[in-house]
Nanobody, 122 residues
Framework: QVQLVESGGGLVQAGGSLRLSCAAS????????MGWFRQTPGKEREIVAA????????YYADSVKGRFTISRDNAKNTGYLQMNSLKPEDTAVYYC???????????????WGQGTQVTVSS
């Protein structure tokens, strides 16, 4: 497991942009797939995007395709989620996660950050 710390959340108007960062504590992060998930009260945590350890393959939820971009810089042990054209329905706590598996469900990830709040106002 690795320790993960998210940053970059905040309040933004609809149509605006934010970039989330996920800093890992260990160089082994570069061997892990990474995912971004989000959760709102009363709902299950859902995947937003995922990326393989090399960055060679990515996955996006349909709701964010064309608006969000996942990336990583293994030299910096950091992953990113660029969020453009934000909508009020994107409001949630966003979590980054890492695991050797390149999964699409939260059950496939063993390392989690503490979460960062993203609020999009209409």
């Amino acid at each position: 497991q690795v320790q993960l710390v998210e940053s970059g959340g905040g309040l933004v108007q609809a149509g605006g942009s934010l970039r989330l960062s996920c800093a890992a504590s260990e160089r082994t992060f570069r061997s892990y797939a990474m995912g971004w998930f989000r959760q709102t009260p009363g709902k299950e945590r859902e995947i937003v995007a995922a990326i393989t350890w090399s960055g060679g393959s990515t996955y996006y939820a349909d709701s964010v395709k064309g608006r969000f971009t996942i990336s990583r810089d293994n030299a910096k042990n950091t992953g990113y989620l660029q969020m453009n054209s934000l909508k009020p329905e994107d409001t949630a706590v966003y979590y980054c996660a890492a695991d050797l598996r390149y999964g699409r469900t939260p059950y496939e990830y063993n390392s989690w950050g503490q979460g960062t709040q993203v609020t999009v106002s209409s």
